[in-house]
Nanobody, 124 residues
Framework: QVQLFESGGGLMQAGGSLRLSCKTSAETFTTHAIGWFRQAPGREREFVAAISSDGRGRKYAEDVMGRSEISRDNIENIVYLQMSSLKPEDTAVYYC?????????????????WGQGTQVTVSS
């Protein structure tokens, strides 16, 4: 059973930074492409970032590019999303998602597995 555990959300200040964590099992971590989606109130879920199972492929949404980094910790089996220059528009529930091997499916929102989400609120 694939489980994804997100953490790191909370109340942030505009202009600040955050680091979200997505922890999973070693088996999932080494074989799955993993990414982040977010959903703001009244809006559809949207892609934020994704990283391939081997860490070589990374993709970011246009509105977070240049101020975000997705990375893999191969010892702790955690994928991190670091985001700086936070804006109130970044307020959303952030979901960790994964899919066996297929990085493209994760990017296009077709990941098989989704976490429960962690709330990020950015105040102005």
């Amino acid at each position: 059973q694939v489980q994804l555990f997100e953490s790191g959300g909370g109340l942030m200040q505009a202009g600040g930074s955050l680091r979200l964590s997505c922890k999973t099992s070693a088996e999932t971590f080494t074989t799955h492409a993993i990414g982040w989606f977010r959903q703001a109130p009244g809006r559809e879920r949207e892609f934020v970032a994704a990283i391939s199972s081997d860490g070589r492929g990374r993709k970011y949404a246009e509105d977070v590019m240049g101020r975000s980094e997705i990375s893999r910790d191969n010892i702790e089996n955690i994928v991190y999303l670091q985001m700086s220059s936070l804006k109130p528009e970044d307020t959303a529930v952030y979901y960790c998602v994964s899919h066996p091997h297929d990085y493209v499916l994760v990017v296009h929102g077709k990941a098989q597995f989704w976490g429960q989400g962690t709330q990020v609120t950015v105040s102005s």
